[in-house]
C-alpha cells in the first residue's frame, strides 16, 4: 500500500448521499467499491463538495487518504459524471455568443456605484463580516494560482510566455513568502483565524466551492483551456477595483497591515497583469487558434456567473437579514447572530 500522506487535511464532513459515498471510499483501501451518481443539484452542497473532494486529490490530497486514489479508474468516472452536471449548468445558464471584444470591454466597465461584497464592506460592513468574507476566500486564495498552472503545456508561443509571467507574479516571484497564497495565510492569521491550508472547508458553503471547482474543471481538461484562460483574464481585470475597495474597507476597520497587503499587492500587480491577459495572452491564443474563442467567452461568462451567485448568496440570502453566510454561523459571527434560529436553520 502507497504511503499515506499525514499532513494535508483533513475529510470534511458529507452534506448528502452522494459527497458522503465518497468520504467513505477514500476512507478505504484502494479496490473498494465507488459510489453511482445521483440526481444531484448541480450547484448545491452535495455534488459542489463531491466535486471539491475528487478535486482535492490532484492538489494538497487528504489526510490518511491512500493517494492511489488519485487516478482511480472508477473515481475517475465517478467524477466525470458530476462535472457533465455542473458544466451542463453553466453552459445552460451562461448566454455565451462570439463577441470576445463585448466581453472583455465590459469587464472593464466599472459601475457607477459598485453593489459587490467589497462595497458593501467599505460602505458599512462590520468586522465579523469581514472575517467572514476571509474563510469564504480561503478556499480560494490558500490555491489562488494553481489552477492556471495546468494550462501552461497547451499553450505557446507568447500566449505561454506572457502567462507564465504573470504566474511568476502570483508566486511571489521566487519568494516564498511572497506567494500569494502565503500572503493569504498572513491575512488569515493577523484577522485572528486559522491559516491552514483548507482548514475552514466544512463552514464554507457551495456558492464557493462552485467557484473554485470551476477552475479545477477548465485546468484539468484540456478542451477547457481557453475557458481557464478567459476566467484568469476575467479575475485579473475585475481585480484592481475590487481590491482597491478592500483595502479601502480594511482601512475603515482598522485591520492589521497584513490584511491591508494582501489586497494592496493585487491593486498593483494585477493592474498590469489584466494588460497582459488582454493583450497578450488572449489575443496571441486568439490569433493561433481562433477557434477557442467561445471558450474563452464560456469562462469569462461562468465566471462572472458563479461570483454573481456567490454574492447573492452572502448579501442578499445572509447579511441583509443580520445572519451568517456561513455553514455554522457562531464561527466568526457575533453571539447574537449565531443564535438566531433561522441562521442555525442555514448552517445546514
Known sequence: MTAVDTSAPVLPRPRGELSAGIIETLRADIGRSVPSMIDADPY?????LALQLCYELHYQGFGGVDPGWEWN?????????????????????????VDLDAELAQLVTEPTEPTDIGAHLREAGEW????????????????????????????????????????????????????HAQLYADLMAAAGLESG??????????PMLAVVNMMSLFGLHRHLRGALVGHFATVETTSPPGAARMVEALRRLDAAPE?????????????VHEQVMRRDVIGDLITRQPELTSSIIL??????????RFADHVL?????YGRSSLRSPGLVAPDSISADPIAQHYSG
Open 44 to 48: 448545491g452542497e452535495d455534488l459542489q
Open 73 to 97: 479508474p472508477r473515481l475517475l468516472e465517478l467524477r466525470a459524471a458530476c462535472e457533465k452536471r455542473f458544466l451542463d449548468a453553466l453552459l445552460r445558464d451562461v448566454p455565451g455568443g
Open 128 to 179: 465579523w463580516q469581514m472575517r467572514e468574507y476571509f474563510v469564504h476566500r480561503s478556499i480560494y486564495h490558500h490555491k489562488e494560482a494553481d489552477p492556471y498552472a495546468w494550462v501552461i503545456p497547451r499553450l505557446r508561443g507568447q500566449a505561454k510566455a506572457s502567462l507564465v509571467a504573470v504566474e511568476f507574479d502570483e508566486f511571489g516571484g521566487g519568494r516564498g513568502e511572497r506567494v
Open 197 to 206: 491550508y483548507l482548514y475552514y472547508l466544512d463552514v464554507v458553503p457551495a
Open 259 to 271: 490584511c491591508v497587503r494582501f489586497y494592496a499587492e493585487h491593486v498593483e500587480a494585477d493592474a
Open 299 to 308: 469562462g469569462i461568462q461562468a465566471t462572472n456567473l458563479l461570483e454573481d
Open 316 to 320: 442578499a440570502q445572509n447579511w441583509a
